[in-house]
Structures are given as structure tokens and as C-alpha cells.
């Protein structure tokens, strides 16, 4: 059975930095595509960022570009996410997710694919 444990999480002062962590068990990690998401209270969940199953491609949402940066280590089947710049409206739980088939670009829409179960991050001004 696939799982995905997200970790990093926690309260930080607007401008700090934190760094999120999701490891894969139960199957071949390396060949499946990732991504964050975030979900802020009273709003719909969103795409953050993903990177492909070999990590060569990357894309995110405008309101992250130039803060956060997505990154994957396959041989320790963990993706990354190290958020600098924190702004209060960054405040949410972050969820990472990994695309059900192999060698597939992860979609950023609907909630088709395996999800982790969050990790809350705090953003104080």
C-alpha cells in the first residue's frame, strides 16, 4: 500500500523560512511525479508546486515563484519543499501528492492521485 507521511511543518514570523518533507513507501518512487498543495482555512484546496518523476521539471503557482523551491531525492523516496520568504497568507495545511500512474505529468486539478495526510503551516506577521 502507497503512503505519503509529510513532515516540516510548524509556526514561524513572517519572512522566516521552513522546509516541508514527504516520503513515499510502497512502491518505486523514482517513477512517479509529484506535487504540494495547500488548503488555507475557509478556502479551496491549491496547487503550490510539482516536479517530475525525475525531477528535471518543475512548475508553481505565481503566488510562490521566487519564494519556493520543489525538489525530489529519489534515493531516499523524499520530495522537498523549502518555502522561504513566509507571508502570513502562506499560512495553510500543505499536502503533497503523487500522480497514480508511472511516468505521467502530475495534474494540478481534481483530487485524482495518492495524497498525504498534511502538515500545517503557520505564518505569523
Known amino acids: 500500500q502507497v503512503q505519503l507521511v509529510e513532515s516540516g511543518g510548524g509556526s514561524v514570523q513572517a519572512g522566516g523560512s521552513l522546509r516541508l518533507s514527504c516520503t513515499t513507501s510502497?512502491?518505486?518512487?523514482?517513477?512517479?511525479?509529484m506535487g504540494w498543495f495547500r488548503q488555507a482555512p475557509g478556502k479551496e484546496r491549491e496547487f503550490v508546486a510539482r516536479i517530475s518523476w525525475g525531477g528535471g521539471s518543475t512548475d508553481y503557482a505565481d503566488s510562490v515563484k521566487g519564494r519556493f523551491t520543489i525538489s525530489r531525492d529519489n534515493a531516499k523516496n523524499t520530495m522537498y519543499l523549502q518555502m522561504n520568504t513566509l507571508k502570513p497568507e502562506d499560512t495553510a495545511v500543505y499536502y503533497c501528492k503523487a500522480a497514480i500512474n508511472a511516468y505521467v505529468p502530475l495534474s494540478v486539478d481534481g483530487n485524482v492521485g495518492v495524497w498525504g495526510q498534511g502538515t500545517l503551516v503557520t505564518v505569523s506577521s
Open positions: 510502497g512502491r518505486t518512487f523514482s517513477r512517479y511525479a
